[in-house]
Nanobody
Framework: EVRLVESGGGSVQAGGSLRLSCAAS????????ITWFRQAPGKEREGVAC????????YYAENVKGRFTISSDNAKNTVYLQMNRLKPEDTAVYYC????????????????WGQGTQVTVSS
């Protein structure tokens, strides 16, 4: 079992940067695939980026590729999402979720979720 806590959200202007953290306790992140999701008001939750803890392989949604970077620090048991060149459409609550093998899965694939952190990008 793993417990996840997100942090690092906030308000920035378009073009700015934020780094989100997903701190894990219990199990270690290298046992899981960790996916960052986001959900904007009135929209469905969408997968943003995923990292395979065991080998560091990273995958991205097309609309963030080249702007966001996901990484895993096994020593700190934390997964990061570096977000650069932020756009107003990136505004959402960001969540991290853990599964043993699934990246970009459906909500029901995940037993472990964090509480979310708000990101607001103003134009």
């Amino acid at each position: 079992e793993v417990r996840l806590v997100e942090s690092g959200g906030g308000s920035v202007q378009a073009g700015g940067s934020l780094r989100l953290s997903c701190a894990a306790s219990g199990d270690t992140v290298d046992e899981y695939a960790i996916t960052w999701f986001r959900q904007a008001p009135g929209k469905e939750r969408e997968g943003v980026a995923c990292v395979i803890g065991s080998d560091g392989s990273a995958y991205y949604a097309e609309n963030v590729k080249g702007r966001f970077t996901i990484s895993s620090d096994n020593a700190k048991n934390t997964v990061y999402l570096q977000m650069n060149r932020l756009k107003p459409e990136d505004t959402a609550v960001y969540y991290c979720a853990a599964d043993l093998i699934v990246c970009f899965g459906r909500d029901y694939d995940y037993d472990y979720w964090g509480q979310g952190t708000q990101v607001t990008v103003s134009s």
